[in-house]
């Protein structure tokens, strides 16, 4: 996808250089400290019903991956080299290597085109880069968490090495792989900004935990459309092969492959963002239709 003019003026945060590299989480693959790491986040998000989610999936899976993280990448080994630290400024956090301006075209194109949207509506996020770990308004971002987005202070948090874990882990090779990964969580900020999640963690706090997973699927679902709407929005920018490249990495992220990967089995009840085919089908369908009015997961049947 041609996303080569960034605006340097987008709102960027760089908190590589920090902190120390090669964080790990508990030992042995990340298990429970994993989990338990990412309990602020989930907390801020889904409230205690998604707390209650977290611990049911460390007590059936034994602290593994289940269907909580959605893209989750083992912490860099201790010693690797850390990214160039950048002078604070957007076009120098944005150019310290090929990923970060990877990821500041989406996340600049993503703020042009949702800006056009939503009008009057729309406030400009962040994207915030760290290196192993950092700090969030949701609390400790670490890399074993993968790409999120947080409420709290409206931030896309991203280590760059994530990119070459989708590549190498989840065989999502391809620049529109990575812009996905942006679009998705940008996904997040507009249903922050439109109150829906909100009401779908007012939701979860009154349902079963059965009932608040398939909430919290049908809100990753429509990120995952809205990713889709922010492409169909920029096709004379897409490349052929970007549309494999897109589903592909869908493919690779839906709670049914990661379950099967970690557990060797899966547990739909505990879908926290979808099966493969349900992002690649939420994803398509932005892209076909190139209207957020389309991606109303709640009032259809997934």
Known sequence: MRLDDFDPNINVEDQRGQGGGGFNLGGGGGGGGLLLGLLPLVFSRFGCAGVAVLLAVMFFFGGGLGGISQLSAPSA??????????????????????????????????????????????????????????????????????????????????????????????????????????????????????????????????????????LSVKLELQADCYAGVWAAQNRDRMEPGDLEEGLTAAQAIGDDTLQREAQGRVVPDSFTHGSSAQRQAWLKRGIDSGDPRQCDTFNEGL
């Open 77 to 214: 080994p201790v010693g690797q080299q850390q990214p160039r630290v950048s002078d604070g400024t957007a076009a120098s956090a944005c150019t310290t290597d090929a990923s970060a301006r990877a990821a500041c075209n989406a996340f600049s194109s993503a703020d042009k085109t949702w800006q056009q949207l939503l009008g009057s509506n729309f406030r400009a996020p962040k994207l915030v880069f760290f290196g192993g770990q950092g700090q969030s308004g949701c609390g400790a971002a670490q890399s074993a968490m993968g790409p999120f987005y947080c409420p709290s202070d409206q931030g896309i948090y991203l280590d760059t090495s994530f990119f070459a874990e989708l590549e190498q882990r989840f065989g999502a090779r391809g620049d529109f792989a990575q812009d996905y990964v942006i679009a998705h969580e940008f996904g997040h900020h507009i249903q922050n900004l439109l109150g829906t999640s909100d009401k779908v963690q007012s939701a979860m706090q009154r349902s079963s935990r059965t009932e608040g997973n398939k």
